[in-house]
């Protein structure tokens, strides 16, 4: 698998497949974001074969998304 990001939503692919999953991160009401600089955004991700996690730091407090993976 390999994971991007583009400024709104985290993409996983499936390179056996070329399937690919995505996670939108700023539907929680996110609007202070220095798209120079992601990393005072994106905390932490881990991505497992079935599910997708990232924790988020914006706008003075944490936003945390733990969704399965859907492949399309």
């Known amino acids: 698998m390999a994971a991007y990001y583009d400024n709104t939503f985290i ?3 499936d390179m056996k497949t070329g399937e690919v999953a995505k996670q939108l991160l700023t539907d929680k009401g996110v609007t202070d974001i220095d798209y120079d600089n ?3 955004l994106i905390d932490s991700v881990n991505i497992t074969k079935s599910n997708i996690y990232a924790k988020l730091k ?3 407090k944490e936003i945390e998304h733990n969704n399965p993976l859907t492949f399309k």
């Open 11 to 13: 993409y996983v692919e």
């Open 38 to 40: 992601v990393h005072s």
């Open 58 to 60: 914006a706008d003075k």
